[in-house]
T-cell receptor
Framework: GQNIDQPTEMTATEGAIVQINCTYQ??????LFWYQQHAGEAPTFLSY????GLEEKGRFSSFLSRSKGYSYLLLKELQMKDSASYLC????????????FGTGTKLQVIP | DAGVIQSPRHEVTEMGQEVTLRCKPI?????LFWYRQTMMRGLELLIY????????DSGMPEDRFSAKMPNASFSTLKIQPSEPRDSAVYFC?????????????FGPGTRLTVL
C-alpha cells in the first residue's frame, strides 16, 4: 500500500521562502510529483523527481531522497498568487500510471 | 487544445437518483483517470483506462459506481443509486503513454452534491 504524509496547513510571508515537506511509504517507487491546486480549480503539474537530488524550475524547486522516503517543495520569492494547496503524489509499483496523492498542504501567503 | 472537458460542472441531486458524469480527454492521450476529492480523504483514484480498457478499478468504492470508456474521446462515471456520502468533486484526467514525467492533465471537475 501507499502512505503519504504532508502538513495540513502552512502560512508564509510574501517575498519569503517556504519549504513543504512530504514523506512517503510505498510498495515500490517510480517517481514523485508535486501538483498545485488553487481553491475551486483542478490540480496542475509543478514538478517530477525520480532520482535523488534537487530539480529547479524558476521560483520552485523539488528535492527527493529515495532512501529516506522524503521530498520537499521549495518556493522562493513568495507571491500572493502562490496561495494554494500543494499535493505530493507518488507512483509506486501498482501499475505504471497509478499515482497516489497525499491530502495536500494548504499554503497561505500573507502580506 | 481545449484540455480535458468535463460535464456537468455542478450537479445537485437527491439521494437514490442516478448520476452520470462525463469526460472528454485530450486528443491523443491514451490514459484516462477518474478521481474523487474530499476534504477528509484528499484526491483518490477511482479507476483508470488505457486505450479505452479499464486497467485498475480497485479504487471504485462499491458496486453503485461504474465507469465506461466506449471510445478514445469519451468516458462516463455513473453512480446508481447516489447517497449523500458520494458528495465530492470528481475529476477526470488524461495523460500520454510516454515514460518518465508523463504528467496527468486534469479537467475542471464536477462538484456533486447529493441531498
Amino acid at each position: 500500500g501507499q502512505n503519504i504524509d504532508q502538513p495540513t496547513e502552512m502560512t508564509a510571508t510574501e517575498g519569503a521562502i517556504v519549504q513543504i515537506n512530504c514523506t512517503y511509504q510505498t510498495s515500490g517507487f517510480n517517481g514523485l510529483f508535486w501538483y498545485q491546486q488553487h481553491a475551486g480549480e483542478a490540480p496542475t503539474f509543478l514538478s517530477y523527481n525520480v532520482l535523488d537530488g534537487l530539480e529547479e524550475k524558476g521560483r520552485f524547486s523539488s528535492f527527493l531522497s529515495r532512501s529516506k522516503g522524503y521530498s520537499y517543495l521549495l518556493l522562493k520569492e513568495l507571491q500572493m498568487k502562490d496561495s494554494a494547496s500543494y499535493l505530493c503524489a507518488v507512483r509506486g509499483s501498482g501499475g505504471y500510471q497509478k499515482v497516489t496523492f497525499g491530502t495536500g498542504t494548504k499554503l497561505q501567503v500573507i502580506p | 487544445d481545449a484540455g480535458v472537458i468535463q460535464s456537468p460542472r455542478h450537479e445537485v441531486t437527491e439521494m437514490g437518483q442516478e448520476v452520470t458524469l462525463r469526460c472528454k480527454p485530450i486528443s491523443g492521450h491514451d490514459y484516462l483517470f477518474w478521481y474523487r476529492q474530499t476534504m477528509m480523504r484528499g484526491l483518490e483514484l477511482l479507476i483508470y483506462f488505457n486505450n479505452n480498457v479499464p486497467i485498475d478499478d480497485s479504487g471504485m468504492p462499491e458496486d453503485r459506481f461504474s465507469a465506461k470508456m466506449p471510445n478514445a474521446s469519451f468516458s462516463t462515471l455513473k453512480i446508481q443509486p447516489s447517497e449523500p456520502r458520494d458528495s465530492a468533486v470528481y475529476f477526470c484526467a488524461s495523460s500520454l503513454p510516454a515514460g518518465g514525467a508523463d504528467t496527468q492533465y486534469f479537467g475542471p471537475g464536477t462538484r456533486l452534491t447529493v441531498l
